[in-house]
């Protein structure tokens, strides 16, 4: 008789469950969903298995097909982005990244997440040269629309959250440069979906610069690294900040 710890070696593998799961995170790396015959094509799949396959994650609700017949994520799928938004576990390749970010530049690192519909500080690291960012600390999430890591990941929100996230925000004004019009905001937005980044040039606090970059899974951008550092030595530093924002985020990516 075979013992629980023999059945949760990690060995054990049902190759029909692997398929079902790899074509599930196939299908969430699109915009625009797959076939049956792409997937089929792509893991080396008789036509009617990839259907069988499909079929039971279409019944399932985790995937559905759209009148095109492309295959898309479903609404059950959303327990599992919600399961995963919910947790404040950071993943070990983050926290990794986001120390040698504080480190290498001397400032104050971030890590930001969406979680439900508000972009929260999940994580930060103090460099040594850091300065504090009044009130944003971890678990943060107002004022997106002034924050550097607000308005980068907004900017790469799927375009229906973002017109009604942009059409509800209130645009308090916190310093003399905050954006406080929705036309400066979109055109804002736009500028980071074009460059990849995203800068708070003393928008949320006087005295303070940031600036953002997406950590990208596929082709979705699912979190954020965010350097401050007071205005009085950014432009010096910028070009270094960047470039070490920028190794850090595909450290993190992996």
Not at 21 to 38: F, M, N, P, S, W
Not at 66 to 84: M, S, T
Not at 194 to 220: L, N, T, Y
Request: charge should be positive; hydrophobic fraction near 45%.
């Amino acid at each position: 008789m075979e013992r629980e710890d023999d059945l949760d070696d990690g060995r054990t593998r049902i190759q029909s469950a692997s398929r079902a799961i790899r074509i599930l995170l196939a299908v969430a790396a699109t915009q625009d969903g797959l076939k049956a015959k792409e997937i089929a094509d792509a893991f080396g799949l008789s036509l009617p298995t990839a259907y069988h396959l499909l079929n039971t994650l279409t019944n399932e609700g985790v995937l559905f097909k759209d009148e095109r017949r492309r295959y898309l994520i479903g609404p059950r799928a959303a327990v599992i982005a919600e399961a995963v938004n919910n947790s404040n576990t950071v993943p070990d390749g983050y926290v990794k990244a986001l120390h040698a970010l504080a480190e290498r530049t001397g400032e104050t690192a971030y890590l930001s997440v969406w979680r439900r519909n508000e972009i929260v500080v999940l994580a930060t690291v103090e460099g040594s040269q850091a300065v504090r960012v009044t009130g944003l600390t971890a678990g943060y999430s107002d004022n997106i629309h002034a924050r550097a890591s607000g308005k980068l990941l907004l900017a790469f929100a799927p375009a229906p959250v973002r017109k009604t996230l942009i059409e509800g925000l209130v645009l308090r004004r916190l310093t003399h440069a905050t954006i406080t019009s929705r036309a400066a905001l979109r055109r804002e937005l736009e500028r980071i979906r074009a460059e990849g980044i995203s800068f708070d040039h003393q928008e949320f606090q006087d005295g303070v610069e940031c600036v953002s970059a997406p950590i990208r899974s596929g082709d979705k951008v699912v979190a954020c690294f965010t350097v401050s550092t007071p205005a009085g030595r950014f432009g010096r530093r910028q070009q270094m900040i960047v470039e070490t924002l920028l190794s850090a985020v595909a450290a993190a990516a992996g």
